[in-house]
């Protein structure tokens, strides 16, 4: 079938909402488009790891440290789905990470600001998740099939982690004094680098007309964002937490005016100079240097069981 022919087919199928499937034609630049977001996604699932390990030694409880360790772990595994759907588009892992290392690829900013206290941890589950259910289920809908199915099963777990942090979170507002401040003040730190996760104002944006012309991005950023912040205002509010934006106003239409997001501060952490960065990248090169072995060992054994089945 010529190109052109192919083209056609593409277009129906994604006009018809039949996923894209690997062995299926599709332009390049869709398929480059694909392979930016997904590899984001991964890499962003795998560093946000780090924030909230460094905390299980400190969980104030065997019960908040299993529920902690079983959210990293889960983690892990939406990495691992993501790279697999990424390599699905003829891309290799080690050319992922080597652009992640390389600072060729991007991971979410919000994993570049540090989590100081117990407080933290429940509003990184509460709001960070809690953004990521929102732009994630949206992404169920997302034309490429490996990638659509990964945010099924993802969308799944992450609902338990935005339990995880609100139940963490509202300990925290309903306990001592000193416990409430921690937990207005985690808030007033991570509330705004949330909103930011959902990337810049549409007109900003130079992704998402092509993104939405695929049916890769499936709704905006301005209009997740919007969704996020009306979700998430009044369970702040059921809490006595008070949202750190003067201008925050209930519209008639249930929905809330929010004030101006700070986007030099977005640019400045998307583009290296966050508060943790260099800590976030340094700590996955080491990590991934000395984890260079037991990935040669795995394909080792791999090799020699492939061998023993052949001479079989
Ligand atoms: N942090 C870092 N970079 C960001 C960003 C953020 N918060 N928001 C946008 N960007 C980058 C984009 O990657 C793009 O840069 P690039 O062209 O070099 O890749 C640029 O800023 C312009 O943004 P656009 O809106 O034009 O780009 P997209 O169309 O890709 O939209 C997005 C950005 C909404 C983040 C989209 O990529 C997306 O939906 N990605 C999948 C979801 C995701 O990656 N979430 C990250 C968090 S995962 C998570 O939280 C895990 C949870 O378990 C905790």
Not at 60 to 81: F, M, N, T
Not at 94 to 113: G, M, P, R, V, W
Not at 161 to 183: D, F, K, L, S, V
Request: glycine content about 6%; some cysteine.
């Amino acid at each position: 079938m010529d190109e052109a022919k192919q083209e056609e087919l593409f277009w129906k199928k994604i006009e018809a909402e039949e996923k894209i499937e690997p062995k299926d034609w599709m332009p390049e630049d869709y398929r480059k488009n694909l392979i930016r977001q997904i590899s984001q996604h991964a890499h962003s699932e795998v560093i946000g790891m780090q924030p909230e390990g460094n905390w299980i030694t400190r969980a104030p409880s065997l019960r908040a440290k299993k529920v902690l360790l079983a959210k990293i772990q889960d983690e892990a595994g939406h990495g691992l789905y993501l790279y697999s759907a990424c390599e699905t588009l003829g891309v290799s892992r080690d050319t992922l990470i080597e652009q992640l290392h390389q600072q060729k690829a991007k991971y979410s900013s919000i994993f570049n600001y540090p989590v100081l206290s117990w407080a933290d941890i429940g509003a990184v589950g509460w709001l960070v998740d809690g953004a990521a259910i929102v732009n994630q289920v949206s992404l169920q809908r997302t034309s490429y099939g490996p990638y659509s199915r990964a945010m099924v099963r993802i969308c799944k777990e992450e609902s338990f982690h935005q339990r995880q942090g609100y139940e963490i979170i509202t300990q925290m507002a309903n306990g001592t004094a000193e416990q409430r401040e921690m937990a207005q003040d985690a808030l007033n730190r991570l509330w705004w680098p949330s909103l930011m996760m959902f990337g810049p104002t549409d007109k900003d944006s130079p992704n998402s007309a092509k993104a939405m012309k695929w049916k890769i991005k499936r709704e905006s950023n301005d209009l997740l964002r919007q969704r996020f912040i009306d979700k998430t205002v009044p369970q702040a509010e059921i809490l006595g937490l008070s949202i750190p934006d003067p201008d925050l106003e209930l519209q008639a239409d249930g929905s809330y005016k929010f004030g101006e997001i700070n986007w030099q501060e977005f640019y400045d952490v998307v583009q290296g100079n966050g508060p943790c960065n260099k800590q976030r990248l340094d700590h996955h090169i080491k990590a991934h240097n000395e984890g260079a072995w037991v990935r040669e060992a795995a394909i080792a054994y791999g090799m020699s069981k492939s061998k023993e089945t052949i001479a079989a």
